[in-house]
């Protein structure tokens, strides 16, 4: 029999468990303000255990939030939108820029909490935690450079046609990021949106998400009213009632096609409806006749293992030749 798997532990008496975190969810972002939650609220129970006793660790506690306070942030995010004239889409590009820039400067003050929580909740080890923010507050700074780069660009050609192409923001935006990367993810649809001027619901994740909650007063004193507003909750209560509406324009999601096609027909007009989706993600490695098998195996290894294969861009499939299959194996 094969070993088992033991849980992940950690000892009372160490730094590490003094020093574990607690974050208080019973609260929603909404209209820009955050306000407490006076209603039910469901305990974020970390993956790893107490060694000395195997007992569970409590790392904080997340707002249940019900259909009713669901649909009253779409609407809020609608009423932010304006059909295109509220404040925040009616901004200059530079003027949006500038707003991300501060919440940049916000979150980083507060990266020490945010890595702390995405290791306790998720798993993830210190570099891979702290990786994780690095890269997304990276990555927005090269999304900022990349929207001053389309607002500044004149004329266009393609195939002799001359154009002075402007983008506008479309309109709504619910999105939905993942339990494995959480705060990357959800930023890689998020961002982009509000540096366009779209305004935002934003579906936090029930495993992952308690760094979100941390992050809610920056947002709050950051955008307008409306812009940016925060769902937390079971998915199943809180987004089919929020698609219902109709007033969703986009909807960025990662997760089953099957979730995804039963939340598009949720919406009045799914026709109109822009979707932005990551769906399940079958990679396949590849091993041809030629490679250099020491690489080919330690790649594939890495590629299929690394965070326990729970990445979007995990390998999940590999066709090794035939001619090398045995030597590959024995790799």
């Known amino acids: 029999m094969a070993a088992q798997i033991q849980n992940p532990t950690v000892s009372s008496e160490s730094e590490v468990y003094k020093k574990r975190p607690y974050v208080d969810g019973a609260k929603i972002l909404m209209n820009g303000k955050v306000t407490p939650w006076e209603g039910k609220c469901s305990d974020v129970i970390s993956p790893v255990f107490v060694e000395e006793t195997g007992s569970e660790i409590t790392i904080g506690k997340q707002a249940v939030m019900t259909a009713k306070e669901s649909v009253e942030a779409v609407e809020c995010a609608a009423k932010a939108w304006a059909r295109g004239r509220g404040p925040w889409a009616t901004k200059t590009v530079e003027e949006r820029i500038a707003a991300v820039e501060s919440l940049v400067v916000k979150l980083k003050a ?63 935006m619910m999105n939905l990021g993942p339990s494995n990367y959480p705060f990357n993810e959800t930023y890689a649809t998020l961002i982009p949106a509000l540096l366009m001027g779209n305004s935002v619901v934003m579906k936090i994740p029930n495993t992952g998400g308690l760094a979100h909650f941390l992050t809610m007063e920056a947002y709050a004193e950051t955008f307008p009213a409306g812009v940016v507003n925060f769902v937390s909750g079971r998915g199943r209560d809180t987004m089919p009632p929020i698609m219902a509406t109709g007033l969703v324009d986009i909807l960025a999601f990662i997760g ?54 729970q990445r979007c861009t995990a390998i999940k499939l590999m066709m090794v030749h035939k001619s090398v299959v045995d030597s590959f194996l024995e790799k």
């Open 110 to 172: 507060i990266r020490t909490e945010i890595v702390s929580v995405l290791q306790w909740e998720i798993c993830k080890n210190d570099a891979d935690a702290a990786k994780e923010f690095d890269r997304t507050m990276d990555f927005v700074v090269a999304l900022i450079q990349e929207a001053r780069n389309l607002d500044s660009s004149g004329m266009v050609c393609e195939e002799s046609v001359h154009a002075i192409v402007k983008r506008s923001p479309i309109g709504v």
């Open 256 to 309: 089953s096609s099957k979730a995804a096609d039963s939340l598009v027909r949720q919406h009045p007009q799914p026709h109109r409806l822009k979707n932005l989706l990551s769906l399940d993600a079958k990679n396949l490695g590849i091993v041809l006749p030629d490679a250099d098998l020491e690489v080919a195996s330690k790649e594939c290894m890495l590629g299929s293992t690394s965070y326990n294969g």
